[in-house]
């Protein structure tokens, strides 16, 4: 049983050192029990915060111990009735080839509905986290102009197609001309701003006439600097992640720009709200699945996965997504079914 441990804690980027690939035995299942074998390992940028030793909404991985992380998985051997051999399930099993589970959380997957691997993507933790942070906190109406974060990206490009179905005028922004270029063809946004622009800010505010009423939040940094000052009177922000600030190891330099947000917000009385998916919306998981199953069914939601072969290669698939290299949900195809 191959296992992607922490070998030590990351100061700023992680490197292959950080992570050691151990072999245990294949642990055996004792009534009640069920050995689940991972097909595919969902990577998300939250991996990056389990390697610190710091307080946060979720435990630190310890040192040593094994990667956490969403699984597709396969049920080996079934000692529990609820469970079968050869059942599809989405599990949280970790970077490992064999997991047990007593079946708490296990959720069954029908491969005959759609890739199983969409339970880690659009069906799954990131479209959730879309839809849910856009519709509760953004709360998008027909006209408004929503602009989103990183979005080709796995939250982002969900984010994008659903203000499109909402009635907005939905304004990307990506890393890069042919991630900008997908969210114009592909994903029908109105206009993608690249922020490796030497003139992002410039072209943003071109690309926002009537200013912003809803920005999703996915990045940070000089991306948030360049909408603060388009973001229009009862503007909304669902502050879902901060994706350029996760490798940092020092405060940005420069004057103290807190009371120049907090009297932003106050004067134009804007939201912005924090969110952690499982913790504020796991019980509206099923008013999700419907609404998503249906506008796939309908043809109109498109989904991009990037696969990665080989659980050796989820040190780096991790790696790349902080430093914006993927394109789509990352899934590592751990074992061939
Ligand atoms: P993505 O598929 O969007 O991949 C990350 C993307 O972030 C990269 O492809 C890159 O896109 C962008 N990025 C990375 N570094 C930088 C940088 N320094 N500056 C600007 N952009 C950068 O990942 P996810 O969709 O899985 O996650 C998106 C965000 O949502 C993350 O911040 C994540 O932490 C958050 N999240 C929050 C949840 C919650 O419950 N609050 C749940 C799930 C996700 P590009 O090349 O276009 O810049």
């Not at 939250?46 to 710091?54: E, F, P």
């Not at 982002?156 to 909402?166: P, T």
């Not at 290669?313 to 590592?332: C, M, R, S, T, Y």
Request: hydrophobic share 40%; proline share 6%; aromatic share 8%.
């Amino acid at each position: 049983n191959r296992q992607m441990t922490l070998a030590a804690r990351p100061f700023g980027a992680p490197t292959d050192e950080h992570f050691a690939l151990v072999d245990t035995d294949v642990p055996t299942p004792s009534n009640g029990q069920v050995l689940l074998r991972t097909l595919y390992l969902s990577v998300d940028p939250y991996m990056r915060g389990r390697m610190n030793d710091a307080e946060s909404y979720a435990d630190p991985v310890p040192l040593g111990g094994v990667m956490v992380g969403g699984t597709v998985s396969k049920v080996q051997i079934s000692k529990n009735d609820d469970f079968k051999e050869g059942d599809w399930v989405l599990s949280f099993a970790g970077w490992q080839d064999y997991a047990l589970s007593d079946g708490t959380g296990l959720i069954k997957l029908d491969p005959a509905r759609m890739p199983p691997s969409y339970a880690l993507g659009v069906m799954g933790m990131p479209g959730f986290t879309a839809y849910m942070g856009l519709m509760d906190i953004g709360q998008p109406k027909a006209g408004e102009t929503l602009v989103v974060a990183a979005a080709t990206g796995a939250v982002g490009s969900m984010v994008a197609q659903i203000g499109k179905l909402q009635g907005c005028r939905v304004v990307g922004i990506a890393g890069g001309e042919e991630k900008c270029r997908y969210a114009l063809d592909t994903l029908k946004l109105d206009a993608c701003i690249d922020h490796k622009s030497e003139h992002f800010a410039a072209e943003l505010a071109e690309a926002c006439p009537a200013g912003i009423d809803i920005y999703f939040e996915n990045v940070g940094g000089k991306v948030f600097d360049a909408v603060m000052p388009l973001l229009n009177t009862r503007a909304r922000i669902p502050l879902c992640g901060l994706i350029s600030q996760y490798n940092r190891t020092e405060l940005p330099q420069g004057p103290d720009r807190l009371s120049q947000l907090a009297g932003l917000l106050l004067v134009k009385r804007i939201t912005m709200r924090g969110f952690i998916i499982m913790d504020d919306y796991g019980h509206r998981y099923p008013e999700f699945a419907q609404q998503m199953g249906q506008w796939l069914a309908e043809g109109k939601i498109t989904y991009k996965e990037q696969r990665v072969e080989g659980l050796e290669q989820a040190p780096q698939a991790l790696i790349d997504v902080l430093e914006g290299k993927n394109f789509g949900k990352v899934v590592v195809e751990v074992a061939k079914d």
